[in-house]
């Protein structure tokens, strides 16, 4: 079975921009979640999409979004970019959802905002 | 407050001592769920372990170990005669029952050295 993927590996903006992030889920798991990464705040959860619905979501600010397709793919956009937003961004996927569920990491999406 | 603590940033060792990391944490919910997830140096995240918060037993996989003690909110991993390849960050987390968001420990800088 092919694993989470996400794409792209790496991202350069500038600062304002917006930006979005994809990530392919392993075939037949429904839920989708998102984390960010950085050295100062650690990993941070975003949001998570089970069955295209937005089942939970993190304390972050309305610039970050989220949806998730019928085939259960995800994409996460960050609207007007800021440079506190460059971090790592790791999508997971499990069948079921986040809750009790051993999660499945992408490899992430490395965003510089400058 | 829900809280996963890992007080050790950075354990260093050489390869074959045994190495225990750290996880306390703190939650209302008498229902919840941990999680170990290792994360080497190319980034993506690892299952580890699962363990509700009904199941105390401790658990023996290999080389890895896990201790979960409710009476101290603890949650601790144990690597027997460690290797190099072991290298990597470890984080301890936390699913509450109640918001079902999972809750990131710091992680823990494993490094072995030959």
Known sequence: KAGVTQT???????????????????????????????????????????????????????????????????????????????????CASSPWGSYNSPLHFGNGTRLTVT | AQKVTQAQTEISVVEKEDVTLDCVYETRDTTYYLFWYKQPPSGELVFLIRRNSFDEQNEISGRYSWNFQKSTSSFNFTITASQVVDSAVYFCALTPGSNYQLIWGAGTKLIIKP
Not at chain 1, 69 to 84: A, I, K, P, Q, Y
């Open chain 1, 8 to 90: 792209p590996r790496y991202l350069i903006k500038t600062r304002g921009q917006q930006v979005t992030l994809s990530c392919s889920p392993i075939s037949g798991h429904r839920s989708v979640s998102w984390y960010q990464q950085t050295p100062g705040q650690g990993l941070q959860f975003l949001f998570e999409y089970f069955s295209e619905t937005q089942r939970n979501k993190g304390n972050f600010p309305g610039r970050f979004s989220g949806r998730q397709f019928s085939n259960s793919r995800s994409e996460m956009n960050v609207s007007t970019l800021e440079l506190g937003d460059s971090a790592l961004y790791l």
